[in-house]
T-cell receptor, first 114, second 112 residues
């Protein structure tokens, strides 16, 4: 595997379900990010982890819970989601958490909440 | 609030018809401007980083330029495979509040 990988690629869940998104980066980076991409809107930064420490929580509802066990892996745990949470969820990584560094993205997870 | 604005929202070109996409930002003298390409249903693919006014970078039919207030992505003699959404982003905000801020993108369609 190379670059940034995400699983699953597609997910359909009910509002009462609990699911998790997984991201893995093979670039030797120390920062990882979760973004939400909705139609007609710019990418919204959700969470930032730098050297496994969460450094940004961009006012994200508690029904989204991130986990970063090491610099290569990032999870987004989902529970009690709403239909408006349906979107493309993108993971990215960069050398460190400095926003002047290039970020490299995974293919995304297309989430549909029924 | 600092913003990144892209125009046009959508652009339709015929193959071989050159044009430019614009990315402007509210912060003067931005240090670090990124261009990405995104295909439908996929993650953004990194294209260029520009760090200072006057800098230019090229990749195949694409050339990115940067001034103190805006950046342009010039597409020379485009082909249908250049069809995609092009995103620009810049690190807006200061200190610990600084974060990469994206524009809404330009959706480019190149037809035969």
């Amino acid at each position: 595997e190379t670059g940034v990988t995400q699983t699953p690629r597609h997910l359909v869940m009910g509002m009462t379900n609990k699911k998790s998104l997984k991201c893995e980066q093979h670039l030797g980076h120390n920062a990882m990010y979760w973004y939400k991409q909705s139609a007609k809107k710019p990418l919204e930064l959700m969470f930032v982890y730098n050297f496994k420490e969460q450094t940004e929580n961009n006012s994200v509802p508690s029904r989204f819970s991130p986990e970063c066990p090491n610099s290569s892996h990032l999870f987004l745990h989902l529970h009690t989601l709403q239909p408006e949470d349906s979107a493309l969820y993108l993971c990215a990584s960069s050398q460190d958490g400095d926003p002047h560094n290039e970020q490299f993205f995974g293919p995304g997870t297309r989430l549909t909440v029924l | 609030e600092d913003q990144v604005t892209q125009s046009p929202e959508a652009l339709r070109l015929q193959e071989g018809e050159s044009s430019s996409l614009n990315c402007s930002y509210t912060v003067s003298g931005l240090r670090g401007l990124f261009w990405y390409r995104q295909d439908p249903g996929k993650g953004p693919e990194f294209l260029f980083t520009l760090y200072s006014a006057g800098e230019e970078k090229e990749k195949e039919r694409l050339k990115a330029t940067l001034t103190k207030k805006e950046s342009f992505l010039h597409i020379t003699a485009p082909k249908p495979e250049d069809s995609a959404t092009y995103l620009c982003a810049g690190p807006l905000g200061t200190g610990t509040a600084s974060k990469l801020t994206f524009g809404t993108g330009t959706r480019l369609q190149v037809t035969l």
